[in-house]
T-cell receptor, first 116, second 115 residues
């Protein structure tokens, strides 16, 4: 149980375009979802925390207008990278928690974004 | 301040050797959780273990073992008789009950097992 999927697993887009990444909890309802970014040979950096039905909370230094997060349902959160630039190329990972186990995060497989 | 420190950036061992990955954490909470994850080249995080702050018992799972010591704020991970498939980046993480269970990841240790 507690499976989190991400779609797409990888995406290549042109500079200036927008790309949407989906994060789904497949067999549980996720009250909270997290979005992380990971650059090569670095650790995961938390970008934002989203709760279903409310606005996401962004970490310091993360542009909320550039990285739009929508947590429209208890099983789906989306991250849209707007006007992507090559420096946005990274590995994006989402995670989700359940109401009963708030300290446990279930991680998605990640989405590799390359902006050309 | 870094809440989770993994001082070893890269480690190389020869197959069948034992290797210990260090993790030191910092928290003022009395209730917290510690985790280890494996990240192979594919990128997907693989959950290895979770420990809560009230359970200091060491744990063994096959070739893996963990040593949790609150006195030194450490949660070290040992792989016995390492194998090539153990090559990956390993992350230690901390979750505190008082900070909304946000995860704090260490910088990771890249382990290479040489055949």
């Amino acid at each position: 149980g507690a499976v989190v999927s991400q779609h797409p697993s990888w995406v290549i887009c042109k500079s200036g375009t927008s790309v949407k990444i989906e994060c789904r909890s497949l067999d549980f309802q996720a009250t909270t979802m997290f979005w992380y970014r990971q650059f090569p040979k670095q650790s995961l950096m938390l970008m934002a925390t989203s709760n279903e039905g409310s606005k996401a909370t962004y970490e310091q230094g993360v542009e909320k207008d550039k990285f739009l997060i929508n947590h429209a349902s208890l099983t789906l959160s989306t991250l849209t990278v707007t006007s992507a630039h090559p420096e946005d190329s990274s590995f994006y990972i989402c995670s989700a928690t359940t109401p009963g186990l708030p300290y446990e995060q279930y991680f998605g497989p990640g989405t590799r974004l390359t902006v050309t | 301040a870094q809440k989770v420190t993994q001082a070893q950036t890269e480690i190389s061992v020869v197959e069948k050797e034992d290797v210990t990955l260090d993790c030191v954490y910092e928290t003022r909470d009395t209730t917290y959780y510690l985790f280890w994850y494996k990240q192979p080249p594919s990128g997907e995080l693989v959950f290895l273990i979770r420990r809560n702050s009230f359970d200091e018992q060491n744990e063994i799972s096959g070739r893996y073992s963990w040593n949790f010591q609150k006195s030194t704020s450490s949660f070290n991970f040992t792989i016995t008789a390492s194998q090539v498939v153990d090559s990956a980046v390993y992350f230690c993480a901390l979750s505190e009950a008082n900070t909304g269970n946000q995860f704090y990841f260490g910088t990771g240790t890249s382990l290479t097992v040489i055949p």
